[in-house]
């Protein structure tokens, strides 16, 4: 049994096929540059997968494929649950477009190729905010004009809830500990990045928002700004809507700031003096830690911390950066634990760290396509 997972952005598409039972990957790859060359659009993208796969002897037809899986970013309020698409969700998806401009689009453009091409499996749609759907209102609402806030469905969603998800019962079983009986911060860091506080398994607070900007300083975005920056920007700047959302999405964060977004090259800047890549470094780091203290205070007692993605799985200075210092609010970090590689779930505090902080390898392919077969398999 396998299920194909689909990740379709505007110039790429990733996939996998994954066997959701044992967490084994047959394959899996990304197509890039997508309306470039000989990839026109995304119907040529997932012809090009479905070329490489078959180039490693994989054919589709005798898979055992079971379901495609598609990660959509936004499901807004109304979808939550890991759902079968149909023509009717297709449109209910492209009306949520306006929420999630640069992400939901793409989506939809990847599943109505993939349901072209394999019109005989069942398609079902993960959506990225769905472990946050039950935040508590108090997390979940801006303090804005109520009826407005209604009106146009402005909360505070959350995103990388199929990570955040996985790594939090990741944690739990690692430790060997019921996941209902913990509270966690997980701290996703990759290109984007997102803190989540997550209370006896329910959802607490998350750093993103009513779209994936808000909270902390990420590879290309802002994270958390005065909202007086944009009209002082339109107003004085004469800069456009869609030239303040550009900057803030792709020219912002650490690559705004230090020039680099990937940090293993900002860290070759910062070894080699430049100033600006260190800022760039020190405001990721000061954000970071006001989201683990804020998070601390919101969940009152703290079982577990675990870092994940690109730079949390990685970056062994960014961890310690993150945490040092802590001692006194329970946090203690093992130098050499700390630095020690793997692809395992690990511990990276101290025998004596009243929080356990570990580092939780994320797999968002594997918890997409186990959520594609809870659906399928009655
Ligand atoms: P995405 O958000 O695109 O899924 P990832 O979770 O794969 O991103 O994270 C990508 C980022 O992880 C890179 O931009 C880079 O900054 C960081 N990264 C990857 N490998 C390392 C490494 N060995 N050391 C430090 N940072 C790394």
Redesign the pocket.
């Known amino acids: 049994m396998t299920v194909l997972v689909v990740n379709s952005g505007s110039s790429s598409l990733k996939y996998a096929v994954v066997k959701p039972d044992t967490g084994e990957f047959l394959a899996d790859g990304i197509v890039e540059q997508i309306g470039e060359g000989p990839i026109a659009d995304h119907d040529a993208a997932l012809r090009s997968a479905f070329d490489s796969l078959a180039a490693d002897g994989l054919h589709l037809d005798t898979l055992g494929l079971v379901a495609v899986g598609h990660r959509v970013v936004h499901g807004g309020k109304t979808f939550y649950r890991p759902t079968p698409i149909d023509d009717a969700l297709v449109t209910k998806l492209e009306e949520l477009s306006p929420l999630a401009p640069l992400h939901n689009p793409p989506a939809v453009l990847g599943i109505e190729v993939a349901r072209k091409l394999l019109p005989d499996l069942p398609h079902i749609a993960v959506f990225d905010t769905a472990f946050f759907h039950d935040l508590p209102a108090a997390a979940a609402s801006y303090a804005i004009d109520r009826e407005l806030a209604e009106r146009w469905k402005i909360r505070r969603y959350g995103f990388h809830g199929t990570s955040h998800g996985y790594v939090s019962r990741q944690a739990a079983e690692f430790l060997g500990k019921p996941y209902e009986s913990l509270n966690q911060i997980v701290l996703h860091l990759?290109?984007?990045a997102s803190a989540s506080a997550i209370a006896g398994g329910r959802p607490a607070d998350t750093s993103m928002g009513l779209t994936p900007m808000e909270g902390l300083v990420m590879?290309t975005r802002s994270g958390d700004i005065d909202p007086g920056i944009i009209s002082y920007l339109w107003r004085t700047a004469e800069m456009s809507v869609e030239e303040i959302e550009s900057m803030l999405n792709r020219r912002s964060g650490v690559l705004g700031l230090g020039g680099e977004?990937?940090?293993?090259k900002l860290?070759e800047l910062i070894g080699s003096g430049d100033e600006a890549a260190q800022l760039a470094y020190d405001v990721y780091i000061h954000r970071l830690r006001k989201y683990v203290g804020a998070y601390l205070a919101v969940l009152g007692r703290t079982d577990v911390i675990s870092f994940t993605?690109?730079?949390g799985e990685?970056?062994v200075t960014v961890r310690r950066d993150a945490l040092t210092g802590l001692t006194g609010l329970g946090i203690e970090i093992d130098e050499d634990l700390n630095a020690s590689a793997s692809r395992e779930p690990r511990r990276i505090s101290t025998e004596d760290s009243a929080i356990t902080v570990l580092v939780v390898p994320t797999n968002e392919e594997l918890a997409i396509a186990q959520a594609c077969v809870e659906v399928v398999t009655p």
């Open positions: 990759g290109n984007g590879g977004n990937d940090f293993r860290r993605a690109g730079v990685n970056a």
